[in-house]
């Protein structure tokens, strides 16, 4: 190990560099440093007890405020968000890629798709929300409304810190709710920015609180809808504490294990190019990145070669905030280490690092960087096919056909998406009927997701919705009218 890493992991200071369990009991701050140079960028003080609790009132009277006014409305307030993100696009990227490292080329497309995923959203709220007449007679109708469901409370992600946000809150508020954001320790200025943006509505309220005060939220009476993202084992604990809450509902946005696989047939010029994308985009630090890929037998050590070469010719390491620059440094520091153990796990079941492998600096010394690594000869015994991790790593296991590819895939408790590549119809149709995943991707891997179709999870990923005009499903509940009405 790189003699630098060595001694950061040895240190590991408190603040500085955020542990995996970022806050201590009494702290009132942390102090947020750049992964690319080490300096301190920020100290972000903790919202006290009564600041929580002096914003939820805000947010409860901003949703009695803001519930009954009309979809075109709620529109034209929404417009606001798709105008300050475009208007303010370069300030917004550079603090992604100052605060968790992203490439600074891949955070101004974070904030672009953002941007679009918004409008595509403010078109689709109309005809979403839409009342259903059932039927109509004379005098009597059946009809189905929608109606907000309250203040909704989303605790954001740090890997793709502006469009999670814009998943949530932008069909919570096209819905007529109320939203407090609870930043993320490693990105804990974006919310700011959709307070700004929403100036004077108190509709999207910021926060940055220790976990023991979040849950004094999401047990509070007077939030009536949690959307989390983080771990599973988080998960666990969110959910088990919002069931105080009136048995209110929870997203839990987990991410997944994602797998993808490439058939005989498959067109491997394409093939390739995709999935080092997929792999290796925002330095795999993605709960949606390509973790696992299962390669026919046929054609694997060719696909292999061809994988490992393009990873090696196109993937630049160094400073973030360069063009040039496609794999920044990693968020968290412990994510070095968890990366380095699972490394080892896997080598010493056989696997064989065919690139990369080890933490290292960028060509000034500077960065707490993990090489871009591919092991082969994975099998499912492996941490790496089996934990979820954030980093640039990914596995290539051989598969004999498509039976195994299935069985293998659908090992991995998580359930989000998975990538099939192939020219063949029925293997196409066999592998939507058979993933137990909510999205099948075919001969593609986007990054950032589809706007047009709903993003849904199997097993323990069965919680999640987001994207389409299901978006909206979370953020109302149904009301029945059935009216007679025999008067003159």
């Given at each position: 190990?790189?003699?630098?890493?060595?001694?950061?992991?040895?240190?590991?200071?408190?603040?500085?560099?955020?542990?995996?369990?970022?806050?201590?009991?009494?702290?009132?701050s942390i102090q947020l440093d750049d992964p690319y140079t080490g300096e301190i960028i920020d100290e972000i003080?903790?919202?006290?007890?009564?600041?929580?609790?002096?914003?939820l009132l805000r947010s409860r009277q901003a949703y009695r405020n803001f519930r009954s006014t009309t979809v075109?409305?709620?529109?034209?307030?929404?417009?606001?968000?798709?105008?300050?993100?475009?208007?303010?696009?370069?300030?917004?990227?550079?603090?992604?890629?100052?605060?968790?490292?992203?490439?600074?080329?891949?955070?101004?497309?974070?904030?672009?798709?953002?941007?679009?995923?918004?409008?595509?959203?403010?078109?689709?709220?109309?005809?979403?929300?839409?009342?259903?007449?059932?039927?109509?007679?004379?005098?009597?109708?059946?009809?189905?409304?929608?109606?907000?469901?309250?203040?909704?409370?989303?605790?954001?992600?740090?890997?793709?810190?502006?469009?999670?946000?814009?998943?949530?809150?932008?069909?919570?508020?096209?819905?007529?709710?109320?939203?407090?954001?609870?930043?993320?320790?490693?990105?804990?200025?974006?919310?700011?920015?959709?307070?700004?943006?929403?100036?004077?509505?108190?509709?999207?309220?910021?926060?940055?609180?220790?976990?023991?005060?979040?849950?004094?939220?999401?047990?509070?009476?007077?939030?009536?809808?949690?959307?989390?993202?983080?771990?599973?084992?988080?998960?666990?604990?969110?959910?088990?504490?919002?069931?105080?809450?009136?048995?209110?509902?929870?997203?839990?946005?987990?991410?997944?294990?994602?797998?993808?696989?490439?058939?005989?047939?498959?067109?491997?010029?394409?093939?390739?190019?995709?999935?080092?994308?997929?792999?290796?985009?925002?330095?795999?630090?993605?709960?949606?990145?390509?973790?696992?890929?299962?390669?026919?037998?046929?054609?694997?050590?060719?696909?292999?070669?061809?994988?490992?070469?393009?990873?090696?010719?196109?993937?630049?390491?160094?400073?973030?905030?360069?063009?040039?620059?496609?794999?920044?440094?990693?968020?968290?520091?412990?994510?070095?280490?968890?990366?380095?153990?699972?490394?080892?796990?896997?080598?010493?079941?056989?696997?064989?690092?065919?690139?990369?492998?080890?933490?290292?600096?960028?060509?000034?010394?500077?960065?707490?960087?993990?090489?871009?690594?591919?092991?082969?000869?994975?099998?499912?015994?492996?941490?790496?096919?089996?934990?979820?991790?954030?980093?640039?790593?990914?596995?290539?296991?051989?598969?004999?056909?498509?039976?195994?590819?299935?069985?293998?895939?659908?090992?991995?408790?998580?359930?989000?998406?998975?990538?099939?590549?192939?020219?063949?119809?029925?293997?196409?149709?066999?592998?939507?009927?058979?993933?137990?995943?909510?999205?099948?991707?075919?001969?593609?891997?986007?990054?950032?997701?589809?706007?047009?179709?709903?993003?849904?999870?199997?097993?323990?990923?069965?919680?999640?919705?987001?994207?389409?005009?299901?978006?909206?499903?979370?953020?109302?509940?149904?009301?029945?009218?059935?009216?007679?009405?025999?008067?003159?």
């Open positions: 190990m790189n003699k630098l890493f060595s001694t950061l992991l040895k240190a590991r200071p408190s603040l500085t560099h955020l542990p995996r369990r970022y806050f201590a009991p009494g702290q009132k003080p903790f919202t006290t007890l009564e600041d929580q609790q002096s914003l075109p409305d709620r529109i034209k307030l929404v417009k606001n968000i798709a105008d300050y993100f475009r208007e303010n696009k370069e300030q917004v990227a550079t603090e992604i890629t100052r605060t968790m490292g992203k490439p600074i080329v891949q955070s101004r497309e974070e904030v672009d798709y953002a941007v679009e995923r918004t409008e595509v959203l403010m078109g689709m709220a109309e005809e979403a929300l839409r009342p259903e007449m059932v039927s109509k007679t004379s005098n009597i109708s059946k009809s189905v409304i929608r109606e907000p469901i309250g203040t909704v409370l989303i605790l954001s992600s740090y890997d793709f810190p502006v469009i999670s946000i814009v998943n949530h809150l932008v069909p919570a508020i096209l819905c007529g709710n109320s939203c407090m954001l609870k930043d993320n320790p490693r990105a804990p200025l974006i919310s700011k920015h959709f307070e700004n943006a929403l100036s004077g509505s108190d509709l999207a309220l910021r926060l940055f609180a220790s976990q023991e005060n979040v849950k004094q939220l999401y047990t509070s009476h007077e939030i009536n809808y949690v959307v989390f993202m983080g771990s599973l084992q988080s998960a666990h604990d969110v959910y088990t504490e919002v069931a105080q809450n009136d048995f209110i509902d929870v997203q839990l946005d987990l991410g997944g294990k994602d797998a993808a696989y490439v058939a005989g047939d498959c067109d491997v010029e394409l093939t390739v190019q995709t999935l080092v994308k997929g792999a290796f985009y925002n330095t795999g630090q993605s709960r949606n990145s390509i973790q696992r890929i299962y390669v026919h037998k046929d054609i694997s050590g060719d696909f292999i070669n061809q994988f490992s070469k393009k990873a090696f010719d196109e993937l630049k390491l160094g400073n973030p905030l360069l063009d040039t620059t496609n794999i920044g440094p990693m968020a968290i520091l412990e994510h070095v280490e968890e990366l380095q153990e699972v490394i080892e796990d896997a080598v010493s079941m056989q696997g064989l690092t065919i690139l990369g492998g080890t933490p290292n600096t960028d060509e000034h010394g500077l960065g707490r960087f993990f090489e871009p690594t591919i092991i082969a000869n994975a099998n499912n015994g492996m941490r790496a096919q089996s934990d979820q991790f954030f980093g640039p790593l990914v596995t290539f296991q051989d598969v004999e056909n498509d039976k195994q590819a299935i069985e293998l895939i659908n090992s991995s408790k998580y359930g989000i998406q998975s990538s099939v590549f192939t020219q063949c119809q029925d293997r196409v149709d066999l592998f939507s009927e058979k993933l137990r995943v909510g999205v099948v991707n075919v001969n593609q891997c986007p990054r950032m997701q589809d706007h047009y179709l709903p993003v849904t999870g199997r097993k323990v990923c069965q919680k999640i919705l987001y994207n389409s005009r299901h978006a909206f499903d979370n953020f109302t509940k149904l009301k029945s009218l059935n009216i007679r009405l025999d008067g003159k």
